[in-house]
């Protein structure tokens, strides 16, 4: 009953809680579509506001280059007039220009003539452009700052490139540019150049500028569109960038923007923490009502019916409930458990009596079953004395005894099976004498009693093979025994002889190598190979029992 309380309540609270998941998971279905498009809208106003830059930085470039002073051959008269336009402008601290052979003619800060840039890149892609030519992250050898290179080609009346004229932008007002166009305090731009390296950075810039973009995210450099990505930024914060790749659509140059999860998710997660907060009271109170009425009703009887059983399962018998059905449904439950105890009670002493006729009737049996067998021996001593000489009548008898000794392993267990090691132990007992020199090592494996008989019949006989031409004729010799149970329940046991007198293959199969093949039976599908080589005989039995796989190692 308090079980189906419990989920009476969870039924109740189960629509207000679906609808609620429901809302929850299309809410952030639809912001997540929407940060993404407003992080592809904060990288393309950046890349529009970096390409505002540049395009006033070009058209800087080409208003110094149609100056007559800095056109003129005169350094001094082109220096003065460099200086003039650079102390003007705010986002570069030196305007200079190069011959094509990359040397400085003059500059705005006149300290710098002679100097040899043919090195740069930029020097090179603005002699062969007609446009100002974008560079990579520079440090400047006549600053010695950051700053992005900006060169454009001077022609003269007839079109052919006299100079080279260069600036750099600073990197430190780049970042500060960009950061003032809009970028949200826990939100994030990055703008590179070809190669990947980061020329300006919010935030950290003085972490970041001068370092490379992670290999992980370098494939957006050259992607083949703009896009967006959610991404955990080197700062560790989790955001959804937007980005524009080389060329889209400035030259040399990667802009992205991102969006912190935390902020862009900040209004949808209160909604939320207050809407489970509100489901999780409800749910705790009507859980706790729940809790008191199961408490009051159900869990009283419940735990008398555990008490009961949990005494009848150490043995005190006599313990009941005392319930009644009229009292209600677990008491009812409770009345039906005492019927069972008490029903169960008098199975299990009929079970005893039962057991212990069984077990009567077994000592018996074995009793009159070795009777018989020295019945049978003294028949035949008396039959064949006369007629079979002693080495045969021996045989005969080890025989018998052998399986004397396996029916008391079968019978001596309750189930009637017996272990392998047990059988082959108190076969091999009458060769007490020789036990030091026999190892038999293997998994505790039960077999059915014609299967024990069997194995024992076979035992017998390679022992007495051993004793007789094998291993064990000698001092020296020694017998290995081992035994193994594979997962699809066959057993294959080695009989291995060694170190005895060397070993003929037989001219004939005798009554031994017949008994060894035919002793299991068929429905075991044995298989035995015998091999005789001049170090010992070895022989491999193999058949099935359903005997269960071995979980522990005895010899």
């Not at 030196?94 to 040397?103: A, N, Q, T, W």
């Not at 004793?467 to 004729?473: F, I, T, V």
């Not at 294959?492 to 008994?515: A, I, K, M």
Request: with cysteine; net charge neutral; proline share 4%.
């Amino acid at each position: 009953m308090k079980k189906r309380l419990f989920l009476l309540a969870t039924a109740a609270l189960t629509p207000g809680a679906a609808l609620l998941g429901i809302n929850e998971v299309t809410y952030r279905a639809e912001r997540e579509q929407e940060v993404h498009r407003m992080a592809q809208q904060a990288s393309r106003q950046a890349a529009s506001e970096l390409e505002r830059i540049i395009e006033g930085i070009d058209g800087l470039l080409i208003a110094v280059a149609a100056n007559a002073e800095v056109s003129e051959t005169d350094p001094s008269a082109c220096s003065r007039a460099l200086a003039a336009v650079a102390a003007s402008v705010s986002s570069v601290r030196v305007i200079f220009l190069m011959s094509v052979e990359g040397r400085i003619v003059c500059d705005s800060v006149g300290a710098s003539l002679g100097h040899d840039l043919s090195d740069r890149g930029y020097l090179q892609e603005a002699l062969v452009s007609d446009r100002t030519a974008v560079g990579e992250y520079t440090h400047s050898r006549i600053t010695d700052t950051a700053v992005l290179p900006l060169a454009r080609a001077v022609r003269d009346a007839r079109g052919e490139v006299r100079g080279v004229l260069a600036t750099g932008i600073r990197l430190d007002w780049l970042g500060e540019r960009l950061r003032e166009r809009g970028v949200t305090p826990s939100g994030a731009l990055t703008v590179a150049d070809r190669k990947g390296v980061i020329l300006a950075r919010y935030p950290l810039p003085e972490r970041f500028v001068g370092t490379r973009i992670p290999a992980a995210f370098r494939h957006l450099l050259r992607g083949p569109k703009p896009g967006s990505i959610d991404l955990t930024s080197q700062d560790g914060e989790a955001r959804i960038v937007g980005y524009q790749p080389v060329g889209m659509p400035l030259q040399g140059l990667y802009v992205s923007a991102g969006l912190a999860r935390s902020e862009a998710f900040a209004a949808l997660n209160r909604s939320s923490l207050i809407g489970g907060i509100i489901v999780g009271f409800g749910a705790l109170l009507t859980f706790a009502a729940a809790w008191f009425v199961g408490n009051a009703f159900v869990r009283r009887p419940i735990m008398q019916i555990n008490q009961v059983l949990a005494s009848w399962r150490h043995g005190e018998s006599r313990h009941r409930t005392g319930m009644r059905g009229s009292q209600g449904e677990i008491e009812s439950v409770g009345h039906a458990v005492d019927d069972l105890l008490d029903e169960l009670a008098v199975r299990e002493e009929a079970a005893i009596r039962a057991r212990e006729q069984r077990d009567l009737a077994t000592r018996e049996l074995a009793h009159r079953v070795k009777n018989l067998l020295t019945v049978l021996q003294a028949i035949a001593r008396q039959t064949f004395g006369p007629y079979v000489d002693a080495e045969r009548s021996q045989i005969f008898s080890d025989r018998v005894v052998a399986l004397s000794a396996a029916l008391d392993v079968l019978l001596s267990d309750e189930d009637r099976q017996g272990a392998i090691g047990d059988i082959i132990a108190t076969t091999l007992r009458p060769h007490v004498d020789r036990l030091s020199r026999i190892s038999s090592s293997g998994p505790i494996v039960r077999l059915e009693g014609k299967m024990g008989l069997a194995l024992s019949m076979i035992v017998h006989e390679l022992a007495t093979n051993a004793l007789k031409y094998g291993a064990l004729k000698d001092e020296e010799g020694r017998v290995e025994i081992h035994w193994d149970l594979d997962a699809e329940g066959r057993i294959t046991l080695l009989w291995r002889e060694c170190d005895g007198p060397p070993v003929l293959p037989p001219d004939r199969q005798g009554f031994g190598s017949r008994l060894i093949r035919r002793a299991l039976p068929a429905e075991c599908d044995p298989q035995v190979e015998l091999d005789f080589p001049p170090t010992g005989l070895v022989l491999r039995l193999s058949f099935n029992t359903e005997s269960r796989r071995p979980t522990d190692a005895a010899g």
